[in-house]
T-cell receptor, first 113, second 114 residues
């Protein structure tokens, strides 16, 4: 009964490949997010989706594309992977866009070789 | 722009020691303030929050008071346990902002030794 689940937990791949990370939440939340955490634990918002509509897109390369088939899922596709993409990617969700807390998944550790 | 500054870690304490992790912020308006905790191998979890000046957030023995005059939200616990070992993130959300605009500090790693 995990609230926010991501797969895979670990992903090792070579430069130039295309990969996807899946995220699902069973909390009934209407907003989902992707965060990137670098090797120094610094967290940065990448995307936010509310009711299947992209509402935030920070300065993220267009090789990264979020896809939301429904409000319980927000997948992250990454094309032409680069070494600098190596990080831990966290999916999160919240109810509404206000001050309700974020619920995070356990992260996907992506290593690009 | 808005920002959050946390004390740099790692912080290493013995069990039952007193903990303080400093957090200061820069923001226009009246932000809400949060502490999130990340246990090893897990995602972040909300630990506590405060939405206005002089509010005190508390949870699991941790406390933080929203001090507008010093723009601070320091995290404290009177007696830490080994199970408190984790990375702690201070965060800010400005009024009217969405959770996607949550601004995190760089995190402070806490290690508690038995």
């Amino acid at each position: 009964d995990t609230a926010v689940s991501q797969t895979p937990k670990y992903l090792v791949t070579q430069m130039g490949n295309d990969k996807s990370i899946k995220c699902e939440q069973n909390l009934g939340h209407d907003t989902m997010y992707w965060y990137k955490q670098d090797s120094k634990k610094f967290l940065k918002i990448m995307f936010s989706y509310n009711n299947k509509e992209l509402i935030i897109n920070e300065t993220v390369p267009n090789r990264f594309s979020p896809k939301s088939p429904d409000k319980a899922h927000l997948n992250l596709h990454i094309n032409s992977l680069e070494l600098g993409d190596s990080a831990v990617y966290f999916c999160a969700s919240s109810q509404g866009q206000g001050h309700s807390p974020l619920h995070f998944g356990n992260g996907t550790r992506l290593t690009v070789t | 722009g808005d920002s959050v500054t946390q004390m740099e870690g790692p912080v290493t304490l013995s069990e039952e020691a007193f903990l303080t992790i400093n957090c200061t912020y820069t923001a226009t308006g009246y932000p809400s303030l949060f502490w999130y905790v990340q246990y090893p191998g897990e995602g972040l979890q909300l630990l506590l929050k405060a939405t206005k000046a002089d509010d005190k957030g508390s949870n699991k023995g941790f406390e933080a008071t929203y001090r507008k005059e010093t723009t601070s939200f320091h995290l404290e616990k009177g007696s830490v346990q080994v199970s408190d070992s984790a990375v702690y993130f201070c965060a800010l959300l400005n009024y009217g902002g969405s959770q996607g605009n949550l601004i995190f500090g760089k995190g402070t790693k806490l290690s508690v030794k038995p």
